[in-house]
């Protein structure tokens, strides 16, 4: 009887307490507007767990779809990485997030970023990134670029020979990696030999790795193992950067053979020049950002050309007339790359159903309505690629791959957005059409090729890739 009489009291106390929450809630919300539908989840952890593990299964889109049909098509509330968050859906809350950078919102980092990027601390992540989208563009434009296709050619003849030729069988991710990472080091450091790149490929695998991982600092864990990996980066970094000074003051480097050059010689509106750990981090965003989205794209296209026979015919078809216009020895250019229009189409409709950027976060920087609803400052705003990529309202049966949708004028505005968009829209764009296009032009031009997995399960995480690394058996044209 007494343990009935505590469990009433228990109740009673419980009906008053949400009652008073009730009444609060309802005049707060009166008076400074109502949040978007959705719920927190978890204590601390939110709905994190959820989030990564429908990636984690191959359906990220899951955790956006599921609760776009329960609470809003437009907008919903959630709570992320420890971070109350709302997630803007369609191509209306790409347009606003993008139309609003540093207006309304800023770009967003988890803190733990700080401890991978140390020199980052010194100014707020909203400066750093303004400070590089000024300096790149001279260097990333298309006619900036033009000059470096030879380049690019070059370093996926050589790998092509030396990890794709003469095998039966290959995993293509990890070749694919090899191949972005070996660009990326050539282009933005002038690092190109092999026995070089090795030496960075796996501290930036465990760098890549720890930075998605939980942010625990404990020997052993992928955290504490990506800060150490990126500190020996920075390490090795600095020396280049030290031996480039010298090199420019002598004569002996140009100052438009790659990035790290521009960065040198480049002064914000100051006068300033950056500091040689500013310079490293900066480069070491690069490389990481620079190959690892593009190593994706590539894998999935090789998956998508196993599986569509006719559309690998008609990107063969336009590579090989490409490549018989060659003299011997002679290299791609600009004009071979204006003519891989098909191409370029079939990439897009990959990077559609298999985006490497499943999307990002912004912060609310002051408090704002949308769709009604209240968005309070410090809350954190998420963009979704695949809450139009496959979405039947923006595009007519969203799981059939069509590279036709990318004819003419292509996709309505917002609906595509493999590279983000607005002030924040990656820089490196027109850099990943390039290395793709270049990576199709030798894969075709080479070899046919099945996959050796079927029903490969694809991981989320965060960029998809094939849980095996999606292995082949290769064909060669000359067999």
Same mark, same amino acid.
């Not at 450091?189 to 695998?205: L, Q, R, T």
């Not at 040689?276 to 296209?301: V, Y």
């Not at 559609?352 to 009604?372: K, N, V």
């Not at 990318?406 to 850099?431: H, L, N, Q």
């Given at each position: ?360 976060? #912004?912060?609310? =920087?002051?408090? !704002? +309505?949308?769709?009604?609803? $209240?968005?309070? @400052?410090?809350? %954190? &705003? ?50 990943? #059409?390039?290395? =793709?296009?270049? !990576? +199709?032009?030798?894969?075709? $031009?080479?070899? @046919?090729?099945? %996959? &050796? ?27």
């Amino acid at each position: 009887m007494e343990f009935f009489y505590v469990s009433l009291i228990g109740l009673f106390v419980s009906l008053v307490f949400l009652y008073l929450n009730f009444i609060f809630y309802k005049n707060k919300s009166s008076s400074s507007g109502v949040f978007p539908p959705g719920k927190t989840g978890w204590p601390v952890v939110g709905e994190t767990l959820e989030f990564l593990t429908t990636g984690w299964k191959g359906h990220p889109e899951k955790f956006i779809f599921d609760r776009m049909t329960k609470y809003s098509s437009k907008v919903f509330r959630t709570h992320l990485l420890g971070e109350k968050a709302a997630v803007l859906c369609g191509a209306a809350g790409n347009k606003f997030l993008f139309s609003n950078e540093n207006k309304l919102v800023q770009a967003w980092w988890p803190a733990s970023f700080d401890k991978v990027f140390p020199s980052s601390n010194q100014t707020s992540s909203k400066e750093e990134a303004i400070k590089m989208r000024k300096m790149l563009p001279n260097f990333l434009k298309p006619e900036a670029l033009q000059r470096y296709i030879g380049i690019m050619d070059h370093i996926a003849q050589r790998h092509f020979t030396d990890d794709w030729e003469n095998k039966n069988e290959i995993v293509v991710f990890p070749l694919a990696k090899k191949f972005t990472f070996w660009l990326a080091c050539r282009l933005f450091v002038s690092v190109e030999d092999p026995n070089h790149v090795a030496k960075f490929a796996d501290p930036f695998d465990l760098l890549a790795s720890g930075l998605i991982s939980l942010p625990i600092d404990l020997p052993g864990t992928p955290f504490n193992r990506a800060i150490k990996a990126s500190n020996f980066i920075r390490k090795e970094l600095v020396a280049i950067i030290k031996q480039r000074k010298l090199d420019l003051a002598e004569g002996k480097a140009s100052p438009t053979q790659d990035i790290l050059s521009h960065m040198l010689l480049t002064s914000d509106e100051n006068g300033k020049f950056m500091h040689e750990l500013d310079i490293a981090d900066k480069i070491l965003g690069l490389l990481i950002g620079g190959h690892d989205t593009a190593s994706s794209a590539c894998t999935f296209i090789v998956k998508f050309l196993a599986e569509l026979p006719e559309v690998y015919e008609g990107v063969y078809k336009e590579q090989i007339e490409i490549a018989n216009s060659k003299a011997p020895g002679e290299l791609l250019n600009w004009e071979d790359i204006k003519k891989m229009k098909y191409s370029w189409n079939v990439a897009c409709e990959v990077m559609r159903l298999a985006p490497p950027l499943q999307g990002a976060f #912004r912060e609310a =920087i002051t408090d !704002f +309505m949308y769709d009604g609803f $209240k968005i309070p @400052k410090g809350w %954190k &705003l998420y963009w979704s690629a695949n809450s139009t990529h496959r979405n039947p309202e923006f595009f007519t049966e969203p799981l059939k791959f069509d590279p036709s949708r990318f004819e003419g004028s292509g996709p309505a505005p917002y609906t595509f957005v493999p590279f983000g968009g607005g002030p924040r829209m990656c820089p490196g764009k027109e850099y990943a #059409r390039l290395e =793709i296009l270049v !990576f +199709m032009h030798h894969l075709v $031009k080479r070899f @046919k090729w099945d %996959k &050796l997995i079927p029903d490969e399960k694809i991981v989320v995480n965060p960029m998809p890739i094939p849980a095996k690394g999606l292995p082949v058996r290769l064909y060669p044209h000359n067999a």
